[in-house]
């Protein structure tokens, strides 16, 4: 039997990525899922282990920056929707150099837009934008983001994708692109690159290294487990109305110092140590450049319009996010060995 879509996945090595295909390729049989990647540093097909022979998935290696990888990618599936995440994903290193975002998160975008306006006379087409909270720039102690926040970029990565965000609304406008987008808060799970700060934590604090906080620690973020980001992604995608962005967060805000302090309890437990030991990792290092304070999602339209909520609370969540790093050793070693020891030399050596 023929597909009944045939969607394109950009970014569906990486981390929110493999999350998205594991749950479509299980849940649709009658969809192909075409994942798209460059497999930079953060794409790594052995996220995909487990769905990677199934009759409904396919990988195809690629560059969204190149026009001519999109073109043929949607010439040779017939691609019938798209589901965009690949991106330059971290901030700090957006802020060592920032035009590989501009690449792949501007031009990328407008790439993809192009090649499905083009393709897409007839017919019903969705091309889902996945976006970040961070295009609303920076909240005070008060408030929350809603979807009629200003767009207010402070990093080179928001800045990139709040761009890509106006260009995705653009081709809505100008040319009647079917487009659906959500801008969703901090993300956390399995499979995540120990760039970022809850699996970098979850490494040093096994290894015994220094657990490097920004500035105060004092700044706020809202964690989503990235399970139920892809649950939201997927009733958006379905339900969600064209032309139309809906925020998605878990309303569970944590200064970074608290979160890190809870992790350490949690893993002195797991890992049979006195309790307080692994606090005592905790260093003060010099803060990130124009760092915002906080983030906070108003998720109230995702929720009343499309009854999705999350579905486990953050300790459950986290709970099984450092259960999965502690029983997948060879997935650490895998994505620490090379580039990474260079990176985080750079980073965090004389900080
Ligand atoms: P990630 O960095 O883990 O993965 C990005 C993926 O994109 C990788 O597989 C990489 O190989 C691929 N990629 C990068 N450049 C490419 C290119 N030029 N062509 C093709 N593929 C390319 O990112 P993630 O955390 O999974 O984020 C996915 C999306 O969700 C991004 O658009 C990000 O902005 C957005 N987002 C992330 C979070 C979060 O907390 N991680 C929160 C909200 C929104
Ligand atoms: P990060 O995971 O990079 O996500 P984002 O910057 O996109 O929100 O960082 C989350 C928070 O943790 C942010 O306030 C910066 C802080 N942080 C540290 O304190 N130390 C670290 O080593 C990292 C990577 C982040």
């Known amino acids: 039997m023929p597909f009944s879509k045939r969607i394109l996945v950009t970014g569906g090595a990486g981390f929110i990525g493999s999350h998205l295909v594991r749950l479509f390729v299980n849940k649709y049989p009658n969809y192909q899922i075409i994942n798209f990647d460059k ?15 199934a009759p409904n998935y396919v990988f195809v290696k690629g560059d969204i920056v190149s026009i001519n990888d999109v073109q043929e990618v949607f010439e040779n599936f017939a691609i019938s929707d798209v589901i965009h995440l690949a991106a330059e994903s971290h901030v700090d290193r957006s802020i060592e150099g920032p035009m590989d975002f501009v690449m792949t998160n501007v031009v990328g975008t407008v790439n993809l837009l192009q090649a499905a306006k083009e393709s897409w006379k007839e017919g019903e087409h969705v091309f889902h934008h996945v976006s970040t909270d961070e295009v609303y720039g920076s909240l005070g102690d008060e408030g929350f983001f809603t979807e009629e926040t200003p767009f207010d970029p402070r990093s080179p990565y928001s800045a990139s994708k709040a761009s890509s965000d106006h260009f995705v609304s653009a081709f809505f406008h100008t040319y009647g692109l079917p487009i659906k987008m959500s801008n969703c808060s901090n993300n956390y799970g399995s499979h995540h690159f120990p760039e970022k700060l809850i699996p970098l934590m979850i490494l040093n604090i096994q290894n015994n290294k220094p657990l490097p906080v920004y500035g105060k620690g004092e700044n706020i973020r809202d964690w989503l487990w990235v399970e139920d980001h892809v649950k939201a992604i997927d009733t958006i995608f379905h339900n969600g109305t ?13 200064t970074n110092i608290d979160l890190v302090r809870f992790l350490c309890r949690m893993m002195d437990e797991k890992l049979n140590r006195e309790k307080g030991e692994s606090e005592k990792l905790i260093t003060y290092v010099s803060d990130r450049k124009g760092h915002d304070m906080r983030y906070a999602i108003d998720a109230s339209k995702l929720e009343n319009e499309l009854g999705w909520k999350p579905s486990i609370t953050f300790e459950e969540g986290l709970e099984k996010t450092v259960d999965w ?24 050596a004389n900080r």
């Open 39 to 53: 497999l930079t540093y953060a794409g790594n097909l052995e996220n995909l282990k487990d769905v990677d022979s």
């Open 325 to 348: 790093y502690l029983n997948n050793q060879e997935w650490i070693e895998k994505v620490t060995s090379g580039d990474y020891q260079s990176y985080y030399k750079e980073m965090y």
């Open 242 to 254: 064209v032309g139309e962005s809906y925020n998605v967060g878990g309303l569970n805000e944590w």
